[in-house]
């Protein structure tokens, strides 16, 4: 007897290709109407009914694709598969489930987390899900957790950046996220369609201030939990190298790093976390110009809390990191940009001190306490000319008058 899945050992009848092939993990109900994506295919109506559509004579008959794309709709997606994409090597076949659907199961969850009616223990074994929650909401939870939703946002990303009102609510998002990591490691790497990962989101909104938090609606302990998430996953040993990927990681748009987004809204809070710094990342410019070193020395960015020997720390272990830093002045890449506006990151910090200090003899403390060890890098340089010209913009006179 034949072992074909195939009715009487056919074959599938062969797939229409006059459209471009889209990804199945992409589509939902709504994408199964439209003519024009082709992924709708022949073979998939055939392995859903078990019959080729035949004429009354017998023969094969070629029905439309407004015919073929009705019997899916009608019979549900049940039975279209794909393959989840995964940022590595390991790819798991998984029941395709509309985005819709996903979304909505995420915010349940999300929800009965916050009200403490779902509670993710650090005892609670990968993959399981805790005692006490009812059979359609385990299975709903189930089928959907390793999904993707809108955006190819994956439960970790809704788990870190959507809204949280409750008190206790970034315990329990935390306790779910430390849950996710270890039921679904492949997760933490995951991008959605902006190229952020839930570790680059947490980062972004690291300083959020309660009034940037209100504006976008995004509640109030969310400033709670985007710290813990960062503090959790900077420090777990086990997720060093993938940290490491994470903020050596160029952005969508441009050049800069998440190591620039992490130096310029973490601060000194990163000085723990610098090991995971790749040096030549330090090297990098964003879209301005400017290195995490021109960042890190810029006062705009300093908090109000920190502590001037932090600051200074930062910036000498950045300089450790990766001197050549040092030499790379900022602005844009326009080759008709005035050469005499670019800026090492001495000569930044001093225009940034000027700035926001509005004094050209600053006092305060920490803007003299890293001029002077910006200065002091820039006099161990072996070429003595190329420390006048960052230093002093070449004027020997003003180097002269340094040393002396």
Not at 293 to 314: C, G, I, P, Y
Not at 325 to 350: C, F, V, W
Not at 352 to 369: G, R, V
Not at 379 to 387: I, P, V
Request: hydrophobic fraction near 30%.
């Amino acid at each position: 007897m034949s072992s074909s899945p195939y009715p009487k050992g056919g074959p599938p009848v062969q797939e229409f290709h006059d459209q471009p092939r889209l990804n199945d993990a992409h589509l939902d109900r709504e994408d199964l109407r439209n003519p024009r994506h082709s992924s709708i295919r022949r073979s998939d109506t055939v392995l859903a009914t078990g019959n080729k559509p035949r004429n009354d004579d017998g023969k094969k008959k070629r029905r439309s694709a407004n015919d073929r794309r009705s019997e899916i709709i009608n019979r549900g997606n049940s039975n279209i598969t794909s393959r989840a994409e995964l940022p590595t090597a390991s790819i798991s076949i998984l029941a395709r489930i509309p985005t819709r659907k996903v979304r909505n199961a995420f915010f349940d969850l999300l929800a009965m987390v916050d009200d403490g009616d779902i509670t993710f223990s650090d005892e609670l074994a990968g993959g399981t899900f805790p005692e006490g929650v009812d059979a359609p909401h385990l299975e709903k939870f189930s089928e959907c957790y390793q999904q993707l939703a809108n955006d190819n946002e994956n439960l970790l990303h809704f788990t870190i950046k959507e809204t949280v009102e409750t008190e206790a609510g970034p315990k329990f998002r935390m306790a779910l996220a430390r849950w996710l990591l270890k039921s679904c490691p492949n997760i933490f790497l995951q991008e959605n369609a902006q190229g952020e990962t839930a570790l680059h989101i947490a980062i972004a909104r690291y300083n959020y201030s309660y009034q940037t938090l209100a504006q976008e609606g995004l509640g109030l302990k969310g400033y709670e939990l985007y710290r813990e998430f960062v503090f959790h996953c900077l420090a777990d040993s086990s997720l060093k190298n993938q940290c490491t990927l994470i903020l050596d990681k160029s952005s969508v748009s441009g050049s800069s790093s998440n190591m620039h987004i992490a130096i310029r809204e973490m601060g000194v809070d990163t000085i723990p976390h610098l090991h995971l710094f790749n040096p030549k990342t330090l090297q990098l410019k964003d879209h301005a110009g400017n290195t995490p070193l021109h960042l890190a020395v810029d006062t705009k960015f300093w908090k109000e809390d920190e502590k001037s020997e932090n600051r200074v720390e930062l910036v000498g272990k950045l300089i450790s990191l990766g001197s050549e830093a040092l030499k790379i002045t900022n602005g844009p890449s326009d080759d008709d940009y005035n050469e005499t506006k670019r800026m090492s990151p001495y000569r930044y910090h001093q225009s940034s001190c000027l700035q926001h200090h509005k004094d050209p003899s600053c006092k305060n403390k920490t803007c003299k306490d890293v001029e002077f060890i910006l200065k002091d890098a820039y006099m161990h340089f072996e070429d003595s000319t190329e420390a006048i010209r960052l230093l002093y913009n070449g004027h020997p006179g003003k180097l002269k008058q340094h040393v002396n």
